[in-house]
């Protein structure tokens, strides 16, 4: 029922790509037809209708059927990728999973029940509803990860418009709440999804080449990762119409260096939180970090230079954290914007804040005056306890020259002293060779 304008589109589609996994193609009539075949199967395992039930698997057409039949059994899914894996065990107990289904390496399907039954009153009331449901886990990059869940119906609503068909990669996995958008634009409009084996940017760019790939929806730590490896010169990426990016603030000179390398690929800023779902935006331009966001079923507003969001697609609720929506029903983003009409500038989270004896710093601004330097393939700033300021600027570097510490902090001051007030400037200053992302190539700030 849920997803019946789904089985429409593509039984109209049939005989078009639906997935591009390990470079071979499948269609959406074998995505039908797989549908049906699991659907038996899972009844078959015991699986019941409107279980809890953990998706254990990565892209692969077996795993997008998968998500699409147990939609249609009302089951409230809890998608967990190998990027997970130590996770697992704490994530099964928090979601209060009932059954446990498992796609192996191979696409082979294993399922089980775990003998638990979900208690939790947001879990029985979305039972009760017979709603299907969606357990997403925050990446726990300050604290210990939230599990928000979220009836998928409302979710469903904005794809039944039709829009543009497009070749797209999955960068972003079908356990964030990205990536679960990317899945279910692509297929609810027949376009194709490329899926690919890891985010090299030399793995992302020659499989842009090999399918034609019209859109890459991504982080801004990718695409300065992808500056910095130079991977684009090695490929043809002709086809590629659209880069999104979303998930944390993107460095503005990172965006600039983008578009004039890319000046025919628009720059398209996204989005979006766990908590309430992907919103329609629109960047002033391919090379400003202006954006207009909301649209049909969304609200905003700035309450102390914060944004605020309601939501048709909100979540019912975390499972193991209070709820964070105001009494009418907003959501308190955290993060800290500028207002210009019906644009916003997101200067970052009020969280990374770094307050330097009352001056305000944003890491984002920071970082992206530290990467136009000579030699620096990647910065993440935060701010360090200071008796007498009460912070300090604290840059973690990682260089692609030789450079000792003393050397790079020379230059690093003659280079920021007309770019950034002295206030800004880093005072403590380390330099690394391990990367600064995590598996969603979001930018950690406070790795250790």
């Not at 998608?79 to 191979?106: G, Y």
């Not at 230079?305 to 029903?329: C, H, Q, R, V, W």
Request: contains cysteine; proline residues 4%; glycine residues 6%.
């Amino acid at each position: 029922m849920h997803i019946d304008f789904l089985r429409e589109r593509f039984a109209a589609a049939r005989d078009k790509d639906a997935l591009i996994w390990r470079d071979q193609s499948v269609t959406y009539g074998w995505l039908l037809e797989e549908l049906d075949r699991l659907s038996a199967s899972l009844e078959a395992a015991g699986v019941k209708t409107g279980a809890v039930v953990s998706v254990e698997a990565d892209f692969s057409p077996r795993a997008v059927a998968l998500l699409l039949a147990l939609i249609e059994r009302n089951a409230i899914l809890v998608p967990l990728t190998s990027s997970v894996e130590e996770k697992k065990p704490e994530f099964r107990e928090i979601a209060e999973v009932e059954s446990v289904v498992e796609i192996r390496s191979d696409d082979s399907l294993h399922a089980w029940n775990t003998g638990t039954t979900a208690s939790h009153p947001l879990l029985v009331g979305l039972k009760q509803s017979q709603s299907p449901g969606l357990i997403l886990f925050s990446s726990g990059s300050t604290g210990k990860s939230k599990a928000a869940l979220h009836d998928i119906v409302p979710m469903l609503e904005k794809f039944k418009v039709p829009r543009q068909t497009l070749r797209t990669i999955t960068f972003l996995l079908f356990d964030h709440i990205g990536g679960f958008n990317t899945l279910m634009y692509n297929l609810s409009n027949s376009g194709c999804v490329i899926t690919v084996a890891d985010r090299r940017p030399d793995t992302i760019c020659r499989a842009i080449e090999q399918h034609k790939v019209q859109l890459l929806p991504t982080s801004p730590t990718f695409v300065n990762l992808l500056l910095v490896s130079e991977a684009y010169r090695q490929f043809d990426l002709s086809s590629l119409q659209t880069v999104t990016y979303g998930t944390e603030v993107m460095p503005e000179s990172t965006l600039r260096r983008f578009h004039a390398l890319f000046p025919n690929i628009k720059l398209q800023q996204t989005y979006g939180l766990s908590e309430v779902g992907i919103m329609r935006s629109k960047s002033k331009s391919s090379d400003s970090l202006w954006v207009k966001v909301g649209g049909e079923g969304f609200e905003t507003r700035i309450v102390e230079g914060l944004l605020e969001i309601k939501a048709k697609s909100a979540m019912l609720g975390y499972l193991n954290a209070p709820s964070p929506f105001t009494d009418d029903g907003w959501f308190k983003t955290g993060d800290a914007v500028e207002v210009d009409g019906e644009y916003i500038k997101i200067l970052g989270r009020k969280s990374e804040l770094i307050n330097v004896g009352g001056e305000k710093v944003y890491p984002a601004e920071v970082e992206s005056t530290l990467q136009l330097m000579d030699g620096v393939e990647d910065v993440a700033v935060r701010g360090e306890p200071n008796p007498i300021t009460g912070h300090v600027v604290f840059a973690r570097v990682k260089l692609s020259t030789d450079e000792d510490l003393p050397a790079f902090r020379k230059r690093m001051h003659e280079f920021c002293k007309d770019k950034l007030a002295r206030f800004k400037i880093p005072q403590k200053i380390e330099l690394v060779e391990k990367a600064m992302h995590g598996e969603r190539f979001k930018k950690m700030r406070r790795g250790d």
